[in-house]
Structures are given as structure tokens and as C-alpha cells.
């Protein structure tokens, strides 16, 4: 089994910046692809970005291209959202989600696992 707990959510004002983290447990984590969704009131879970197993690759929403990084260390287990220019349409829960395979993976049903989630709150 995997466990993913996601840290670094809060409160942030319009133009800041916040970099989440989530730690990968339970099995090696370079097999695994990772992803970030996110969940806004009222709103189904939408896809943010995606890595793949060896970084090489990664996948964005259109949304927050050039506002957000996704990045991986292997050696600490951690995948990794930068979230910069910050925008009161990106408040949601964020969740971290992973899955064994070496593509970059966009949608939710392709993920195995989850983390709890960790809630991000723009303010205007």
C-alpha cells in the first residue's frame, strides 16, 4: 500500500505564493507517476499538473502554465507544487495522487491512490 500525506497549504493574498508538498510512503517511490488535483466548492476534482516517474516530463492544466511547477525528489520521496501568482480562482483542496507506470497521467480514474487533501485559500 501507499500512503500520501500533502503539507503547506493556507491563507495567501492575490500574487503570492505557496509551495505544497506531499510525501510518498509504502513502496518505492521512482515507480510511481505523480499527480496534484484540485477540488473548489461545488466543483468536481479537476486535474492540475502531472510527473512522470523520472521527472522528465510533466503536464499542466492550461489554467496555471507559467504559475505553477511540479517537481519530484526521489531521495526524500516528495512531489512537489510551486504555486506562484496566486489567483482567488485557485482556492480548493489540493490533493497529491500517484500511480505505478511511467506515462504522465491527467486523469483522476488512472490514479491508485490519494492523499488526504490540503486546503488552499486565495484572497482577493
Known amino acids: 500500500q501507499v500512503q500520501l500525506v500533502e503539507s503547506g497549504g493556507g491563507l495567501v493574498q492575490a500574487g503570492g505564493s505557496l509551495r505544497l508538498s506531499c510525501v510518498h510512503s509504502?513502496?518505492?517511490?521512482?515507480?510511481?507517476?505523480m499527480g496534484w488535483f484540485r477540488q473548489a466548492p461545488g466543483r468536481e476534482r479537476d486535474f492540475v499538473a502531472g510527473i512522470s516517474w523520472s521527472g522528465g516530463t510533466t503536464r499542466y492544466v492550461d489554467s496555471v502554465k507559467g504559475r505553477f511547477t511540479i517537481s519530484r525528489d526521489d531521495a526524500k520521496s516528495t512531489v512537489y507544487l510551486e504555486m506562484n501568482s496566486l489567483k482567488p480562482e485557485d482556492t480548493a483542496v489540493y490533493y497529491c495522487a500517484a500511480v505505478e507506470g511511467s506515462y504522465t497521467y491527467t486523469e483522476e480514474y488512472e490514479y491508485d491512490y490519494w492523499g488526504q487533501g490540503t486546503q488552499v485559500t486565495v484572497s482577493s
Open positions: 509504502g513502496r518505492k517511490f521512482g515507480w510511481y507517476a
